[in-house]
């Protein structure tokens, strides 16, 4: 599928209006902000800040009072005639240095399996898997693919080492090869905490129209000063995103369940196609297909599965992994814009998609606000009481929204509840020196977009 190429036929036209429209709309107050900022005299020349500062506001009560509704839930009862083996997929490259703590962490289940697809490493991870397990590897095939098994009773790991062909293309292997109706993908340096999978077990045991579910991914990093600010940043980040995502997945608007450690209806997933080999966001392009293919698809989070993996501790790689993320999250949506408005995918279609679109602009808003604010500043000198004090109320908003969060969190998932005081300043510091980060990310992502569809670009 090509980023030109639109995934609904004839009868989705009509309802791609709705992307269309919402994004035209959202770009002409942009450009309509920022023109007027520079030509309005006066106050009014701070006029892109306060309705951007209003929507992503909005934005972040709306997502907090919907994922502390969702947690305060009772849990679904686990009510199912047996519980299904799992088939967990693991696509390495280069991995060697994780794999083994990956795999040995599993708790496989006596009818579980574990196939591991090494996609073209050259740091031995594959003869360190087959070596830790006992495994005999087979001849190459023509294609350059072999398999190291094993006939001992109770060895359940497998590997298929095969050339560099990429991530989604690797998971399409192990997909074709997996024997239980559950698979699990896990990246090769994710490592799941005690019980992980048995409650994602549990999870398709007690509702057998599951399709999909993602566990609780808690970022770690190298040792080190520096690695630490940058993991104990996109902590406080991943808690609150998952927050927002078992909000979504009360209402059946859950499109992201984060491949590093997720679960899937096998038959689900092979009668869509399996794995996008033309995306860099495999994951959450799945998950359009699969709502597509069934609107009102359920996805769930489980909040006692729990992985640690690893993330950027340095700022080069956060900023490349930000721009594939949003980059291929524009690309993603441009797709699948028949999606949006459309109502037979109930709210997903007619309210969260319809936000996501304009989210797609929201980095575009922030820096144009931040350029802007420079540019008069410069200008026309230090701005008032009035502008300094909505800034400061902002911060102190967005302080008080992510304490709510953080304290919510800890309480779901059984942790330390922290002080409001300590959250909340924890809050400033990550707005002032993490999130422009977080933004300049998603920024490059549109670069990026913008290169590829003239012809260039590389992720």
């Known amino acids: 599928m090509h980023f030109g190429d639109s995934p609904e036929g004839r009868n989705g036209q009509l309802t791609a209006v709705g992307f269309f429209g919402i994004f035209l709309f ?11 900022s520079f030509l309005l005299p006066g106050p009014w020349v701070w006029l892109i800040g306060p309705p951007w500062i209003a929507y992503d506001t909005w934005q972040a009560v709306h997502h907090l009072r919907r994922g502390l509704r969702a947690v ?17 997929l693991i696509a390495a490259h280069n991995e060697a240095a994780g794999i083994v703590p990956c795999l040995t962490a599993l708790g496989l289940g006596p009818e579980d399996e574990a196939v591991v697809i090494d996609d073209g490493s050259d740091d031995g991870t594959p003869d360190l898997v ?4 006992g495994l005999t590897w087979g001849a190459r095939d023509a294609q350059g693919v072999r398999w190291a098994t094993s006939t001992a009773p109770g060895v359940a790991v497998r590997v298929l080492s095969q050339p560099r062909a990429g991530k989604a293309r690797a998971l399409n292997r192990a997909l074709a090869e997996a024997r239980n109706p559950v698979i699990v993908t896990i990246d090769g340096d994710t490592v799941l905490g005690p019980g992980a999978l048995a409650a994602l077990r549990a999870a398709f045991a007690g509702d057998p129209g599951l399709t999909a579910a993602c566990g609780i991914l808690d970022p ?7 690695a630490g600010w940058w993991v104990w940043c996109q902590r406080r980040e991943y808690a609150r995103a998952f927050l927002w995502r078992a909000g979504w997945a009360a209402d059946r608007m859950l499109i992201l369940v984060p491949g590093a450690f997720a679960a899937y209806d096998t038959a689900a997933v092979r009668a869509v196609g399996g794995f996008a080999t033309d995306s860099q966001v495999e994951d959450y392009e799945l998950m359009y297909r699969l709502h597509r293919a069934q609107p009102g698809t359920r996805a769930v989070v489980v909040a006692t599965a729990h992985a640690r993996t690893e993330v950027p501790t340095a700022l080069g790689p956060f900023l490349r992994q930000r721009r594939r993320w949003f980059g291929g999250f524009i690309t993603v949506l441009w797709q699948y814009r028949a999606m949006v408005g459309d109502r037979r995918h109930g709210a997903l279609g007619t309210w969260h998609l319809r936000i996501k679109t304009v989210d797609t602009l929201l980095p575009l808003y922030g820096f144009a606000a931040v350029a802007v ?3 008069i500043w410069v200008r026309d000198g230090q701005p008032g009481p009035a502008v300094l004090g909505l800034l400061a109320l902002k911060i102190g908003v967005d302080a008080l929204i992510q304490a709510i969060a953080a304290r919510a969190v800890a309480r779901w998932q059984v942790l330390p509840v922290p002080s409001w005081l300590g959250s909340m300043a924890a809050s400033v510091v990550e707005q002032i020196a993490f999130q422009p980060l977080r933004q300049l990310g998603a920024a490059l992502g549109w670069v990026v977009v913008a290169a590829r ?3 260039g670009g590389r992720w």
């Open 373 to 375: 604010l420079a540019v």
């Open 72 to 88: 305060g839930l009772p849990a679904r009862p686990v009510a199912c005639a047996g519980s299904p083996p799992l088939s967990v």
């Open 26 to 36: 959202a770009a002409t107050v942009l450009a309509a902000l920022v023109a007027g």
């Open 130 to 133: 087959a070596g830790a397990w």
């Open 453 to 455: 569809a003239t012809g």
């Open 220 to 226: 770690c990093g190298p040792g080190g000063t520096a």
